[in-house]
């Protein structure tokens, strides 16, 4: 059995916002400006396809609603993703609402054969994950006529130059704004950050980080029970 588990994400929810509004959803923002050669959009895009040659890397996301959102109330999640190439990755969503007390899925899957709890591992066939494709999914604004630029910031020290991608939205009082940070010579994405808000208010708030360094172990768990 698989067990549903809803998950609030900050896409989702503007799109929760922009369908009770048509004319939120055609958008009235200018063209992405041009970054050299190569667009701002391209750059954010292209972060997602590098992200997908990586060997190994560990993401971490966490949404914090703070105003209700139609039928969303307030709370917070946590998404966190373990990937070690070619196939084997590992989940944890942790969703907690102040009514609804707290939710914890975690999956693990290596080649074709994922595993779920709670309430205890349980095992199915599962496409090979695409781990890339997911966290885009995630973090990629999906409205029309989002508003891409770039700009250089400087990390570390010796300082280093970077680039980060911002992203803007608005249409009938709602603003979203994404901010990624891109690794200086891979163009990995590093860090991300994202808002939405409406009528003056911050309604959203979304963070998510990548860790390249450290490498993962990733096996299917012990006594599991797989079903057909």
């Known amino acids: 059995m698989r067990l549903p588990v809803i998950r609030f994400g900050l896409v989702s929810l503007l799109a ?7 004319a939120v959803a055609r958008g009235s923002t200018p063209e ?31 949404v914090n609603i703070l105003q209700r959102v139609n039928k969303t109330f307030p709370g917070s999640s946590t998404f966190d993703v ?37 309430p205890r591992w349980i095992c199915f066939p599962s496409p090979a994950p695409h781990p890339a ?5 995630l973090l ?8 891409y630029r ?19 939205w608005r249409g009938n009082g709602i603003v979203y704004a994404g901010t990624l940070l891109l690794q200086p010579r891979s163009g990995l994405p590093l860090r991300f950050t994202s808002s939405v808000s409406s009528s003056g ?9 990548f860790n390249f360094a450290k490498k993962v172990s990733i096996d299917l768990p012990r006594g599991r029970r797989v079903m057909p």
């Open 16 to 22: 929760a916002f922009t369908a009770t509004s048509p």
């Open 32 to 62: 992405s400006k041009a970054f050299g050669v190569t667009s701002a959009q391209t750059l954010f895009e292209r972060s997602f396809q590098q992200l997908g040659l990586a060997s190994h890397y560990q993401f971490h996301e966490t």
């Open 82 to 118: 373990s990937f070690a190439a070619p196939n084997r990755m590992a989940t944890t969503l942790h969703v907690a609402h102040p009514s609804h007390g707290v939710t914890e899925l975690d999956t693990v899957q290596v080649g074709s054969t994922k595993c779920q709890r709670p």
């Open 133 to 137: 494709t997911l966290i885009h999914t």
């Open 140 to 147: 990629a604004p999906r409205m029309t006529n989002v508003a």
């Open 150 to 168: 770039t700009s250089i910031v400087l990390l570390h020290a010796p300082a280093v130059r970077a680039t980060v991608v911002l992203a803007s």
């Open 201 to 209: 208010k911050l309604d959203v708030r979304e963070t998510a980080s």
